[in-house]
């Protein structure tokens, strides 16, 4: 029987596994199908996180978490949790192929998925022009001209990395004010190849067989239609967490949520389910930072160790 399972590999997930084990648990094991690291291995440029004085890429940041966490025994399967079940005391993970491990406690760190922003066409051309991920798929625009939506930290730090790549970025957003910090509405603003498109909606994304050829946007104040001619477009419009494992066979879920999904923890990261942890963004109130969620993952490990204590 597991001491502790973490489901999730992001920088929740494997701050907890490296506290867990070198406050020593002795068989933890963190369940993340791909490679660790989490979603932040798909952002083009950090810049906050303490210590790290150069800006670099999401990757690069996390390319030494899984080894230092392994030195210390943290296990890694490669498999995705379909379920947390509990039973008395013990805890049943299963896996999308159906195996089943025993735990004493749990950690759901799984993070959170791009949401969708709902225009017409959005579904249809996803993978095809549509894209949520600029580190991954800026390249395939080099020297043309895209379109980006959202008017958060995520929108504005990628059309500055996309405008290094792409002739021209039109910045979508629906209101004339953004969200993002004030340095990255600034470094936007520097952008002279960023042309903002505020105080619109998406109408549609149209294409063709080879995909994504355009989309037009509304005026909110003139209801003006507008046609953007671009061949890609990205979609930073937020995130949704990810509780699917803790739904159970009659559709409720196995610990508190709140109205959106995300997991209801006090400060030590405890659910309302005794050895029932949660960190990072699947948590309320997240902050939705790497430092953050390693810090989660930090406290929830001290947490458990104490709780299995
Ligand atoms: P966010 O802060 O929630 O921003 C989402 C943006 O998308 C908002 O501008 C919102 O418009 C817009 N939006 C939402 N739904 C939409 C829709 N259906 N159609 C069109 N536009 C829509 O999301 P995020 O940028 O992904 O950031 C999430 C969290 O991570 C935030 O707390 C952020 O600070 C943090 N983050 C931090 C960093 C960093 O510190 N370096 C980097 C990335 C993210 P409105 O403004 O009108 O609501």
Same mark, same amino acid.
């Given at each position: 029987?597991?001491?502790? %399972?973490?489901? &999730? !590999? $992001?920088?929740?997930? @494997?701050?907890?596994?490296? /506290? ?5 648990? +002795? ?119 895209? %379109?980006?939506? &959202? !008017? $958060?930290?995520?929108? @504005?730090?990628?059309?500055? /990395? ?5 002739? +021209? ?141």
């Amino acid at each position: 029987m597991l001491d502790l %399972a973490i489901i &999730g !590999g $992001g920088p929740a997930g @494997l701050t907890a596994g490296l /506290y867990a084990t070198r406050g020593g648990l +002795k068989d933890v094991t963190m369940f993340e199908m791909g490679m660790p690291g989490g979603q932040i291995t798909g952002s083009s440029e950090i810049e906050n996180y303490p210590g790290q004085g150069e800006i670099m890429s999401g990757m690069d940041l996390m390319q030494n978490w899984p080894e230092q966490c392994q030195k210390f025994g943290l296990k890694h399967e490669m498999s995705q949790v379909s379920r947390v079940t509990k039973n008395g005391d013990i805890f049943t993970v299963t896996t999308s192929d159906g195996k089943t491990q025993e735990a004493k406690s749990v950690l759901l760190a799984t993070g959170s998925v791009p949401r969708k922003a709902g225009f017409k066409g959005e579904n249809e051309f996803f993978g095809r022009g549509i894209s949520t991920c600029a580190t991954c798929d800026g390249f395939f625009y080099k020297n043309k001209e895209v %379109a980006l939506v &959202g !008017g $958060g930290d995520s929108a @504005l730090e990628e059309a500055v /990395y996309l405008s290094k790549i792409c002739s +021209k970025v039109y910045l979508v957003h629906r209101r004339d004010t953004y969200r993002a910090a004030p340095s990255t509405i600034e470094h936007m603003k520097a952008c002279e190849n960023i042309e903002e498109v505020t105080n619109v909606t998406v109408e549609e994304v149209y294409g063709d067989a080879s995909g994504v050829t355009g989309l037009k946007v509304k005026s909110k104040e003139s209801g003006e239609i507008r046609d953007l001619a671009v061949p890609g477009v990205f979609v930073f419009v937020g995130r949704d967490v990810l509780n699917e494992p803790l739904k159970q066979e009659d559709g409720s879920f196995l610990c508190d949520l709140d109205e959106q999904g995300q997991v209801i923890v006090d400060l030590k990261m405890k659910t309302s389910v005794p050895g029932l942890y949660a960190a990072g963004d699947v948590r309320i109130d997240a902050a939705k930072q790497v430092v953050c969620a390693a810090g989660d993952g930090a406290t929830a490990a001290v947490n458990i160790i104490e709780y299995l204590g």
